[in-house]
């Protein structure tokens, strides 16, 4: 496999080629850099038509799927939740499952013909449309998290924990045990036919991405990455082309790109806050959807080489996220949120990237003395403007201590149009060392805000220049305040910490 992995710019680079068949243990050259990122809170609504439906329920929801049509969907969720719209989401009918154990994936074959899973062993399985329910006998009480019938109602597949993988060969009658690769299995997907698919599966730290070719009699993997959870994968037409939403407890996050069958890897999503949890390409590989913490949707419409960012105005975790068609869109997530989306989730901000300049402080913190030599200054980043990147990197110790002092630095005025609003910004820190560190990021309006507002302190990561990201949300600011804004960096834990580069995203609404 030829792995790819980020530098200090998050650019991918080359990394070298390994054996990654089931016996292969290889770790040399499988570090996979990430961006790390702390909890990211409420996000605005970035994303035009974004419209929350009444689920009639609070429990968290983890599944969507409108097999046939815009109009009949499911969804399911804990504590045996299933729901049913005939109206497009309108209005959502609580269905009997006769079960209380938590329901994590749902797939419908047709209108009629469906199956969902979840906790303790269960499968369910109807054939009238929902309107009842029949528990299957898995075999296991061990939790199953996923479930895919690719062609008809009688081949299917089931993943769980601790290496559960079932098939059934006759519509879940009996379930065999297929030899089940490291770790529990998050998702599956055949996107053509039975013979060939991918698990996705977590041990760990390690996530992994595995293939078959033959049923799942054997399965080799073909993707590694270390501190990661891969939930949710998306091969929209075939085997060859697909995608792998990206994210754990420590929070690297992505989103990576197999054209080739899953020979070859490149992560795609460079210069993104959002940690996504879920994604969708509906019709080919070149529209697609993903959904994640904190209401965060991202879209791309040329194949993943670039996404934009956005939310829709609710602060929950999306666990699936089901497009129909590259307009019409649903969501689901936690407290019982469910949301449509009508015109493909259309951008109604914009973005702007923000590089730290020499015109120094106001306050008593440090700041940088020498743009030129230490920071690319140029606010709008011509030629960069899809990662927001500095154009060239010079790593600087800029806070290379414990004693817990800021490095603040001002930022060049007068980027967005006077009557502009700022609704959200998220600043990204990229750290070269650390010596088992935490570290805060700030940010202070020179004039309004008495104090720099800190993020809680998080972990800094091992890795060699991975990031740390943080977003402050339903700001509501004019182009003035981000005007008069600085950007600050400590370690909090009084260990040394040395941070090479740093860059403020902003989201804001355009004067007219």
Partial sequence: MTFYHLDSLNKLVYSNSHSTSCD???R????AVLYAITTIFFITPAYGDWTALDSGVTTDLSAVDFPANSNTGYVVGNRGTILKTSNAGNSWKKQNSRTRASLKDVD????????????DGTILKTTNGGSSWTALNSGTSLNLYTVNFPVDANTGYVGGDSRTLLKT????????????????VRDIIFPQNS?????STIYGTLGYIYKTTDGGQNWTRVLWLEDASPYSMSFPVDDQVGYVANHDTYSRHGIWKTSDGGANWDFVTAGITAVPVAVDFPV??????????????????DAGTSWTEGGIGINTTLRDVHFVDNSTGYAVGNNGVIVKSSNGGTPQEETVYLHPTASGSVNTFTHITSC??????VNDQTGNLGTGLPETVNSRDYVADGSGNRAMFALDDGVLGSNSSVSKICVSLAATQYNGSRASISYQRVGIDPAPIDTAAFWVTYWYNGMASHCW???????????????????????????????????????P
């Fill in 108 to 119: 419908f074959i047709d209108d009629l013909t469906g199956y969902a899973v979840g906790l």
């Fill in 195 to 199: 013979q060939s698919g991918y698990i």
């Fill in 284 to 301: 080919n590989a070149q529209t697609g959807f993903a959904g994640g913490y904190a209401g965060a949707i991202l879209q791309t419409n």
């Fill in 372 to 377: 030129s030599a230490d920071w690319d200054c």
């Fill in 24 to 26: 292969s243990d290889k």
């Fill in 473 to 511: 949300s339903n700001l509501n600011w004019s182009a003035s305040e981000l005007d008069a804004l600085e950007i600050g960096v400590k370690s909090v834990s009084g260990k040394w910490l040395e941070a090479s580069q740093l860059y403020v995203k902003v989201f804001y609404t355009a004067s």
């Fill in 169 to 184: 060969t006759d519509g879940g009658q009996t379930w065999t045990p297929q030899f089940g690769p490291d770790g529990y």
């Fill in 28 to 31: 040399a050259g499988f570090k």
